[in-house]
């Protein structure tokens, strides 16, 4: 009981970051192709890969919930076996994508993270004033 409530309340505070995600996984990678590459952690694009194959996941499994609600008998609404239990089964089966989330999703963070402290590649490199040599009077 106690997982299954766990996994509905995962998938209600997943829910509204959800809908931006692909979005967060598009801005990440393309700052991560903007790194420098000694600023780079080696395992950031493997975790964007876990999190984009959770997304795609999520994403089939909630098509796959809206289906089977709609194809539940009209006697079936919240706080009924049949819903309920159709609906715990659609939990169940989304935890092990959240839990990629709430596992590699720091990963957004810190790849935003360095790409603010990375210089800018428009910014040019300051160098040196030119030294100038004083022409003494004689």
């Excluded at 801005?27 to 493997?46: D, F, G, I």
Aim: hydrophobic share 40%.
């Amino acid at each position: 009981m106690r997982a299954s409530q766990r996994d509905a309340d995962t998938l209600t505070a997943f829910e509204p970051l959800r809908y931006g995600a692909r979005h967060l996984l598009a801005t990440a990678e393309t700052q991560l192709t903007q790194l420098p590459q000694n600023t780079v952690q080696s395992r950031w694009v493997y975790q964007l890969g876990v999190l984009r194959d959770a997304l795609d996941r999520l994403n089939e499994l909630h098509e796959q919930w809206l289906a089977t609600r709609d194809a539940l008998p009209t006697t079936a609404r919240p706080g009924t076996a049949d819903f309920d239990d159709a609906l715990a089964e659609h939990h169940a089966e989304s935890w092990s994508h959240l839990d990629d989330w709430a596992t590699h999703g720091k990963t957004l963070r810190e790849i935003n993270s360095a790409a603010r402290k990375a210089r800018s590649p428009l910014a040019p490199i300051p160098l040196p004033a030119p030294l100038r040599r004083i022409a003494t009077r004689k």
